[in-house]
Nanobody
Framework: QVQLVESGGGKVQSGGSLRLSCAAS????????IGWFRQAPGKEREGVSC????????YYADSVKGRFTISRDNGAHTVHLQMKSLKPEDTAVYYC??????????????????????WGQGTQVTVSS
């Protein structure tokens, strides 16, 4: 059974940090790029970051560049999203998703949700001012 389970969300003040984790099971993580998306109330889902299947390539949305860092540990079947200097506009439900990739291991459009095959249930991040 394919599963992606997010954890690490919570409430933090502006300027604070959180580390999200995505635990994968039921499929060969080595063959999948992992992306993080977020959706705030009343807004469309936004691609935040992605890491290639081998960890050599990363993608960040402009809104989080320099503040968020994605990493993966295939041996532990886990992907992390370290979030620093959080802002109230980062408040959203954060989802991890897996995309089966070939070649260099990154989806053609890593910020597009249709590129991904499996999704987690999400974890809430709330940043207060």
């Amino acid at each position: 059974q394919v599963q992606l389970v997010e954890s690490g969300g919570g409430k933090v003040q502006s300027g604070g940090s959180l580390r999200l984790s995505c635990a994968a099971s039921g499929f060969g993580l080595d063959y999948y790029a992992i992306g993080w998306f977020r959706q705030a109330p009343g807004k469309e889902r936004e691609g935040v970051s992605c890491i290639s299947s081998d960890g050599s390539g990363t993608y960040y949305a402009d809104s989080v560049k320099g503040r968020f860092t994605i990493s993966r540990d295939n041996g532990a079947h886990t992907v992390h999203l370290q979030m620093k200097s959080l802002k109230p506009e980062d408040t959203a439900v954060y989802y991890c998703a897996a995309a089966l990739t070939a070649g260099w291991g990154m989806p053609g459009n890593p910020g597009k949700d249709s590129e991904y095959d499996y999704w987690g249930q999400g974890t809430q991040v709330t940043v207060s001012s």
